[in-house]
C-alpha cells in the first residue's frame, strides 16, 4: 500500500506542474525527442529534461537511446492508478451534489 500511494503521490506530483502536463499532452500523440518537447514551450534543453526526469520518475514516460537521440514515449499504464483515484472518489461528490440539489429544491418549495 505505501508504495502505491508514494506512486500516486508522484503522478499527481508530476501532473501538477503546467509544462509537463503539456508535455504528457504533446506525448499522447506520438512519442518525441527532448528537443521535440522543449520546442512548443519556448524552454532550454537542461529545463525540458528535468521536467522529462520528474515524468520518467513518476512512471508517466519512458526514454529510449536510438542512435543518438533520446526518444521519450507515453507510459499512460502509470495513469491508472491516478484514474481509479479519481474515480473512487467521483462516486463520493456525485452522492454529495445529488443531496444539496435535493435539499435546494425541497428548500425553494417553502
Not at 501538477?16 to 518537447?37: F, K, N, W
Not at 532550454?44 to 543518438?68: C, F, I, N
Not at 463520493?92 to 435539499?103: E, H, M
Request: aromatic share 4%.
Amino acid at each position: 500500500m505505501v508504495d502505491n500511494e508514494r506512486q500516486l503521490d508522484s503522478v499527481f506530483r508530476a501532473l501538477g506542474d503546467p509544462t509537463r502536463l503539456r508535455m504528457i499532452e504533446q506525448l499522447a500523440r506520438g512519442d518525441q525527442t527532448v528537443s521535440d518537447l522543449a520546442a512548443p514551450l519556448d524552454m532550454t534543453l537542461a529545463g525540458a529534461s528535468k521536467h522529462v526526469g520528474v515524468l520518467e520518475q513518476a512512471g508517466l514516460l519512458t526514454r529510449e537511446k536510438r542512435g543518438r537521440e533520446r526518444i521519450c514515449a507515453l507510459n499512460p499504464d502509470a495513469l491508472l492508478a491516478a484514474r481509479d483515484w479519481v474515480e473512487r472518489y467521483s462516486a463520493f461528490w456525485s452522492q454529495r451534489l445529488d443531496a444539496l440539489d435535493q435539499a435546494l429544491k425541497e428548500d425553494g418549495d417553502d
